[in-house]
């Protein structure tokens, strides 16, 4: 019978983690430096989007970092890793829709243009959350 693979970040699973950990950062980073260097906080609801992405991108990464399975009884703690881990992909999923919507069309009023380095590295870091995410999603539903 195999066993199902260890939550811990001393175990193999450690390194999806993390990357997918600092891939959120990334999507977090970039979208508050949109919200404050670029001054999306004046434009109205995708500025707040903007803000409550950041948001979410630190709070999952940190979840992947944490070492839930000690902070939390086990009956919580990998359930709550496997949560951020599927709240993660559906982040990085939700923000590179939103931004493809936005290149082609209104997005509540707001149309972006053209492919700036800020929005180059927020695709990067939302693919790579994305991939990291899913094969780490894949590897904690294995028997």
Same mark, same amino acid.
């Given at each position: 019978m195999r066993q199902r693979p260890s939550l811990q970040p001393a175990g193999s699973l450690w390194p999806l #983690?993390? =990357? &997918?950990?600092?891939?959120?950062? &990334?999507i977090a980073a970039d979208h508050l430096y949109e919200y404050f260097a670029d001054h999306y906080v004046a434009i109205p609801t995708i500025g707040t989007l903007f803000l409550l992405n950041g948001a979410a &991108?630190?709070?999952l990464g940190l979840a992947l970092l944490l070492? =839930?399975?000690?902070?939390?009884?086990? #009956? $919580?703690?990998?359930?709550? $890793?496997?949560?951020? $881990?599927?709240?993660g992909i559906g982040l990085a999923g939700s923000t590179l829709a939103g931004l493809l919507i936005a290149e082609?069309?209104? =997005?509540? !009023?707001?149309?972006? %243009? !053209? %492919? #700036? =380095?800020v929005v180059v590295l927020s695709i990067v870091a939302e693919v790579a959350a994305i991939v990291s995410l899913a094969v780490l999603c894949s590897v904690l539903k294995q028997p």
């Open positions: #983690r993390a =990357l &997918g950990a600092i891939a959120l950062f &990334g &991108g630190i709070a070492p =839930l399975h000690r902070l939390l009884p086990a #009956r $919580v703690g990998q359930p709550a $890793v496997r949560v951020a $881990v599927v709240a082609s069309t209104p =997005l509540f !009023g707001f149309m972006e %243009y !053209g %492919y #700036r =380095l």
